[in-house]
């Protein structure tokens, strides 16, 4: 790319030297910096528009008209407009360093919210892939987590009402909250029933915080009454439609209506079984001698956060899950990706083409090829956050 530049500069001073007096073509010259400034950094940059300056003064001394009005203006509007383009190219570089830091900081933080599964727990082999909605994200609403007990792995996949960044903060909450107690409760329901109170709580005190904010908002908004009516009965406030006061408000009712969509599965060393509770989440998939099954519950809870809508108990569900099976765990931005036809993207079926031809190829070569066809049926770009975590009995 480097060598363009300098190919015009050569060839523009060739040309407007072999050419009739009348006929200046000099002030091209300002097309290498340019152009250099489009993919280089701020030096080279300068160093293409000294190398301009330098031809077109070579093109003035070569033509005995260096000293020349026209020429002396050709000079000045190139120097001029080079020291621009180099300028703005100096103040891109410095935005780039920014955006590079903010993006390293970002990517941490995204890393230590979602943790990577590890490749092998316990009798267990996992793989995971996340494809988040926002531009530029590594994780959003959508969540999944694996923690050792003493008697298995329990292994939890998650949904956030919303999607991407937005998202973020219960997300966060309910992963340290199954991680800090997925190995003290026994049973799965006194688990289940842990995060759904912690949940809970949390979008409790959050709503109360934006009501509060409402409240604030919708006294600064009002204007201070005459000293005349202060004594007098209080007039009705004004139309606030569209103010900071009613966005406030519309956050605290959208905070009460939040809630997660779960599935919590626990998997012990010694049964072939997998035990869970589905709280509204869809259903996994059981991939076991070339066939595929959704694993459907007779019972679902409530999601988590709406603990006051499930029953006295939580159900567990009881499945094989024998050596060599495989369940494929999936968020519902999986299942309700849509092509250009608005056709939802067909996971069972591809699941079971994709076993069919390949049943003995790791997890993370099925998902590999699970996210490209999923993008492949996109166009490229979801609409949601989608997961998909792979989980396999060696023994």
Request: aromatic share 4%.
């Amino acid at each position: 790319m480097t060598a363009l530049p300098l190919a015009l500069i050569v060839l523009i001073t060739v040309v407007d030297v072999l050419t009739p007096p009348q006929i200046h073509l000099g002030p091209l010259l300002i097309v290498a910096p340019a152009l250099t400034a489009s993919f280089a950094g701020a030096r080279a940059t300068a160093a293409v528009a000294v190398l301009a300056i330098a031809a077109l003064t070579v093109i003035g001394i070569l033509r005995n008209g260096v000293t020349t009005a026209n020429h002396e203006t050709q000079l000045g509007a190139l120097l001029a407009v080079s020291a621009l383009i180099v300028g703005l190219r100096v103040l891109r570089d410095r935005h780039e360093r920014q955006l590079a830091q903010v993006r390293s900081v970002s990517e941490a933080a995204q890393r230590v919210l979602l943790r990577p599964l590890p490749d092998r727990i316990g009798p267990l082999r996992l793989a995971s892939v996340y494809l988040a909605a926002e531009a530029e994200a590594q994780v959003g609403g959508d969540l999944y987590a694996a923690s050792r007990t003493a008697s298995g792995t329990r292994l939890l996949v998650g949904d956030v009402r919303g999607k991407g960044l937005s998202s973020l903060g219960d997300a966060a909450l309910l992963l340290g909250a199954f991680r800090a107690a997925a190995h003290l409760h026994a049973d799965l329901p006194g688990l289940v029933g842990y995060l759904d109170g912690s949940i809970a709580w949390d979008l409790a005190q959050l709503a109360e915080q934006q009501r509060a904010q409402a409240r604030r908002a919708q006294e600064q908004s009002r204007p201070p009454l005459p000293t005349v009516l202060r004594q007098g009965p209080r007039p009705p406030p004004p139309d606030d439609t569209g103010t900071a006061a009613d966005a406030a408000a519309d956050a605290a009712d959208d905070s009460g209506e939040s809630f997660i969509t779960a599935l919590v599965l626990d998997i012990p060393d010694d049964e072939a079984v997998v035990r869970l509770v589905d709280c509204g989440h869809p259903p996994p998939l059981l991939l076991h001698g070339g066939r595929v099954t959704a694993l459907e519950p007779a019972r679902t809870a409530p999601p988590l956060g709406l603990g006051e809508l499930a029953p006295a108990a939580y159900a567990v569900e009881e499945f094989p899950f024998r050596p060599g099976d495989r369940l494929l765990i999936y968020t519902d931005g999986v299942i309700e990706a849509r092509d250009a036809a608005r056709r939802f993207y067909p996971l069972p079926d591809r699941v079971a083409a994709r076993t069919a031809d390949r049943a003995a190829e790791p997890p993370d070569a099925l998902l590999h090829h699970l996210r490209a066809d999923l993008l492949g049926h996109v166009g490229g770009r979801l609409d949601d956050d989608a997961a998909m975590v792979v989980v396999e009995r060696l023994d």
